[in-house]
T-cell receptor
Framework: NAGVTQTPKFQVLKTGQSMTLQCAQD?????MSWYRQDPGMGLRLIHY???????DQGEVPNGYNVSRSTTEDFPLRLLSAAPSQTSVYFC????????????FGNGTRLTVT | AQTVTQSQPEMSVQEAETVTLSCTYD???????LFWYKQPPSRQMILVIR??????QNATENRFSVNFQKAAKSFSLKISDSQLGDTAMYFC???????????FGGGTRLMVKP
Protein backbone atom coordinates (compact mmCIF):
# COMPACT_ATOMS: atom_id res chain seq x y z
CA ASN A 1 0.00 0.00 0.00
CA ALA A 2 1.81 3.13 -1.26
CA GLY A 3 -0.33 5.71 0.59
CA VAL A 4 0.20 9.23 -0.76
CA THR A 5 2.81 9.52 -3.52
CA GLN A 6 4.27 12.84 -4.62
CA THR A 7 6.51 13.45 -7.60
CA PRO A 8 9.04 14.85 -8.12
CA LYS A 9 10.98 14.98 -4.84
CA PHE A 10 13.02 17.98 -5.94
CA GLN A 11 12.58 20.57 -8.68
CA VAL A 12 14.37 23.73 -9.74
CA LEU A 13 12.53 26.21 -11.96
CA LYS A 14 13.34 29.54 -13.49
CA THR A 15 11.03 32.47 -12.96
CA GLY A 16 8.13 32.30 -15.37
CA GLN A 17 8.34 28.58 -16.06
CA SER A 18 5.37 26.33 -15.48
CA MET A 19 5.18 22.90 -13.94
CA THR A 20 2.85 20.41 -12.31
CA LEU A 21 3.43 18.70 -9.00
CA GLN A 22 1.85 15.29 -9.01
CA CYS A 23 -0.01 13.67 -6.13
CA ALA A 24 -1.68 10.27 -6.11
CA GLN A 25 -3.25 8.22 -3.34
CA ASP A 26 -4.38 4.61 -3.39
CA UNK A 27 -6.53 4.64 -0.25
CA UNK A 28 -9.78 5.72 -1.95
CA UNK A 29 -9.74 8.93 0.09
CA UNK A 30 -12.33 11.53 -0.78
CA UNK A 31 -10.42 14.48 0.64
CA MET A 32 -7.12 15.67 -0.83
CA SER A 33 -5.18 18.85 -0.20
CA TRP A 34 -2.00 20.74 -0.94
CA TYR A 35 0.09 22.56 1.65
CA ARG A 36 3.23 24.60 1.43
CA GLN A 37 5.80 24.67 4.21
CA ASP A 38 7.92 27.74 4.81
CA PRO A 39 10.38 28.28 7.68
CA GLY A 40 8.72 29.49 10.88
CA MET A 41 5.24 29.37 9.35
CA GLY A 42 4.28 25.73 9.61
CA LEU A 43 2.18 24.38 6.77
CA ARG A 44 -0.39 26.51 5.00
CA LEU A 45 -3.28 25.19 2.93
CA ILE A 46 -3.17 26.08 -0.77
CA HIS A 47 -6.12 24.19 -2.27
CA TYR A 48 -8.24 21.24 -1.34
CA UNK A 49 -10.79 18.87 -2.84
CA UNK A 50 -13.61 16.96 -1.16
CA UNK A 51 -14.17 14.67 -4.13
CA UNK A 52 -13.71 14.20 -7.85
CA UNK A 53 -14.76 17.32 -9.73
CA UNK A 54 -14.80 19.52 -6.61
CA UNK A 55 -12.01 21.89 -5.59
CA ASP A 56 -11.79 24.92 -3.36
CA GLN A 57 -9.26 27.49 -2.21
CA GLY A 58 -7.35 27.36 1.01
CA GLU A 59 -5.38 30.01 2.82
CA VAL A 60 -2.77 30.81 0.13
CA PRO A 61 -4.22 29.90 -3.32
CA ASN A 62 -2.76 32.68 -5.48
CA GLY A 63 -0.42 31.45 -8.22
CA TYR A 64 -1.65 27.87 -8.06
CA ASN A 65 -4.29 25.87 -9.91
CA VAL A 66 -5.68 22.43 -9.15
CA SER A 67 -8.08 19.95 -10.67
CA ARG A 68 -9.55 16.66 -9.49
CA SER A 69 -10.65 14.54 -12.41
CA THR A 70 -10.26 11.25 -10.52
CA THR A 71 -10.45 10.22 -6.88
CA GLU A 72 -6.80 9.12 -6.94
CA ASP A 73 -5.04 12.16 -8.42
CA PHE A 74 -4.79 15.79 -7.35
CA PRO A 75 -2.14 17.69 -9.33
CA LEU A 76 -0.96 21.18 -8.39
CA ARG A 77 -0.05 23.52 -11.25
CA LEU A 78 2.21 26.53 -11.17
CA LEU A 79 1.47 28.46 -14.36
CA SER A 80 4.23 31.07 -14.02
CA ALA A 81 6.64 30.30 -11.22
CA ALA A 82 7.88 33.10 -8.96
CA PRO A 83 10.70 33.10 -6.37
CA SER A 84 8.04 33.53 -3.65
CA GLN A 85 6.86 30.03 -4.52
CA THR A 86 10.15 28.51 -3.37
CA SER A 87 8.96 26.13 -0.67
CA VAL A 88 8.36 22.54 0.29
CA TYR A 89 5.00 21.27 -0.94
CA PHE A 90 3.00 18.53 0.73
CA CYS A 91 0.02 16.66 -0.57
CA UNK A 92 -2.28 15.09 2.03
CA UNK A 93 -5.45 13.04 1.98
CA UNK A 94 -8.06 11.74 4.38
CA UNK A 95 -10.98 9.40 4.22
CA UNK A 96 -13.62 12.08 3.95
CA UNK A 97 -14.59 15.66 4.57
CA UNK A 98 -13.93 16.57 8.17
CA UNK A 99 -12.46 13.17 8.90
CA UNK A 100 -8.93 13.28 10.26
CA UNK A 101 -6.22 12.29 10.33
CA UNK A 102 -4.43 13.48 7.27
CA UNK A 103 -2.02 11.15 5.50
CA PHE A 104 0.89 13.09 4.05
CA GLY A 105 3.12 12.48 1.07
CA ASN A 106 6.87 12.93 1.48
CA GLY A 107 6.96 16.40 0.01
CA THR A 108 8.44 18.17 -3.01
CA ARG A 109 11.18 20.74 -2.52
CA LEU A 110 10.74 23.44 -5.16
CA THR A 111 13.27 26.18 -5.83
CA VAL A 112 12.45 29.05 -8.17
CA THR A 113 15.44 31.12 -9.28
CA ALA B 1 -10.41 32.34 11.63
CA GLN B 2 -8.43 29.81 13.62
CA THR B 3 -4.85 30.23 14.75
CA VAL B 4 -2.21 28.02 16.31
CA THR B 5 0.83 29.39 18.12
CA GLN B 6 3.97 27.55 19.18
CA SER B 7 6.05 29.92 21.26
CA GLN B 8 9.20 27.81 21.46
CA PRO B 9 11.12 27.84 18.16
CA GLU B 10 13.82 25.51 19.52
CA MET B 11 14.24 23.23 22.50
CA SER B 12 16.74 20.67 23.65
CA VAL B 13 16.60 17.83 26.12
CA GLN B 14 18.99 15.20 27.39
CA GLU B 15 18.37 11.63 26.37
CA ALA B 16 16.05 9.79 28.81
CA GLU B 17 14.67 13.02 30.27
CA THR B 18 11.22 14.55 29.84
CA VAL B 19 10.38 17.59 27.73
CA THR B 20 7.16 19.54 27.19
CA LEU B 21 6.35 21.43 24.01
CA SER B 22 3.80 24.24 24.24
CA CYS B 23 0.92 25.05 21.91
CA THR B 24 -1.92 27.52 22.21
CA TYR B 25 -4.75 27.95 19.76
CA ASP B 26 -7.80 29.99 19.03
CA UNK B 27 -11.05 28.94 17.43
CA UNK B 28 -14.65 30.00 17.71
CA UNK B 29 -15.85 26.43 17.27
CA UNK B 30 -16.73 24.07 20.09
CA UNK B 31 -16.04 20.83 18.22
CA UNK B 32 -12.54 20.36 16.88
CA UNK B 33 -9.50 18.12 16.77
CA LEU B 34 -5.97 18.87 17.88
CA PHE B 35 -2.88 17.08 16.64
CA TRP B 36 0.84 16.90 17.12
CA TYR B 37 2.88 16.00 14.05
CA LYS B 38 6.55 15.07 13.99
CA GLN B 39 8.77 15.95 11.03
CA PRO B 40 12.20 14.30 11.17
CA PRO B 41 15.01 15.31 8.79
CA SER B 42 13.52 12.94 6.22
CA ARG B 43 10.76 15.56 5.82
CA GLN B 44 8.01 13.02 6.35
CA MET B 45 5.02 14.26 8.39
CA ILE B 46 4.18 11.70 11.08
CA LEU B 47 1.09 11.91 13.27
CA VAL B 48 2.19 11.60 16.90
CA ILE B 49 -1.02 12.06 18.83
CA ARG B 50 -4.54 13.43 18.44
CA UNK B 51 -7.15 14.81 20.80
CA UNK B 52 -10.85 15.33 20.24
CA UNK B 53 -12.03 18.50 21.98
CA UNK B 54 -15.13 16.82 23.43
CA UNK B 55 -12.99 14.31 25.32
CA UNK B 56 -11.86 15.48 28.73
CA GLN B 57 -9.31 12.71 29.13
CA ASN B 58 -5.86 13.60 27.87
CA ALA B 59 -4.63 11.43 25.00
CA THR B 60 -1.62 9.17 25.50
CA GLU B 61 0.47 7.22 23.00
CA ASN B 62 3.32 5.32 24.63
CA ARG B 63 5.92 7.94 25.66
CA PHE B 64 3.84 10.81 24.26
CA SER B 65 1.03 12.46 26.17
CA VAL B 66 -0.82 15.74 25.99
CA ASN B 67 -2.10 18.24 28.52
CA PHE B 68 -5.31 19.55 26.97
CA GLN B 69 -6.74 22.61 28.70
CA LYS B 70 -9.84 23.53 26.72
CA ALA B 71 -10.77 26.66 28.64
CA ALA B 72 -7.24 28.00 28.33
CA LYS B 73 -6.99 26.81 24.70
CA SER B 74 -3.73 25.09 25.45
CA PHE B 75 -2.47 21.78 24.06
CA SER B 76 1.03 20.84 25.21
CA LEU B 77 2.95 17.70 24.28
CA LYS B 78 5.01 15.81 26.84
CA ILE B 79 7.67 13.42 25.67
CA SER B 80 8.91 11.08 28.38
CA ASP B 81 12.17 9.11 28.31
CA SER B 82 13.38 11.13 25.31
CA GLN B 83 15.24 9.19 22.64
CA LEU B 84 17.69 10.33 19.99
CA GLY B 85 15.09 9.42 17.36
CA ASP B 86 12.75 12.03 18.81
CA THR B 87 14.96 14.75 17.30
CA ALA B 88 12.67 16.50 14.82
CA MET B 89 10.41 19.45 14.14
CA TYR B 90 7.13 19.19 15.99
CA PHE B 91 3.98 20.87 14.72
CA CYS B 92 0.79 21.48 16.61
CA UNK B 93 -2.32 21.57 14.41
CA UNK B 94 -6.02 22.32 14.76
CA UNK B 95 -8.95 21.19 12.67
CA UNK B 96 -12.51 22.33 13.24
CA UNK B 97 -14.94 19.45 13.03
CA UNK B 98 -17.05 21.05 10.31
CA UNK B 99 -14.28 22.56 8.22
CA UNK B 100 -11.68 21.31 5.81
CA UNK B 101 -8.65 23.27 6.90
CA UNK B 102 -5.90 21.96 9.15
CA UNK B 103 -4.16 24.97 10.69
CA PHE B 104 -0.57 24.50 11.80
CA GLY B 105 1.64 26.29 14.26
CA GLY B 106 5.08 27.48 13.25
CA GLY B 107 6.81 24.45 14.73
CA THR B 108 9.28 23.67 17.50
CA ARG B 109 12.64 22.19 16.64
CA LEU B 110 13.53 19.59 19.29
CA MET B 111 17.07 18.32 19.72
CA VAL B 112 17.66 15.29 21.92
CA LYS B 113 21.24 15.24 23.17
CA PRO B 114 23.13 12.05 24.10
Amino acid sequence: NAGVTQTPKFQVLKTGQSMTLQCAQDMNHEYMSWYRQDPGMGLRLIHYSVGAGITDQGEVPNGYNVSRSTTEDFPLRLLSAAPSQTSVYFCASSIGQGRPPLHFGNGTRLTVT
Amino acid sequence: AQTVTQSQPEMSVQEAETVTLSCTYDTSENNYYLFWYKQPPSRQMILVIRQEAYKQQNATENRFSVNFQKAAKSFSLKISDSQLGDTAMYFCALKNNAGNMLTFGGGTRLMVKP
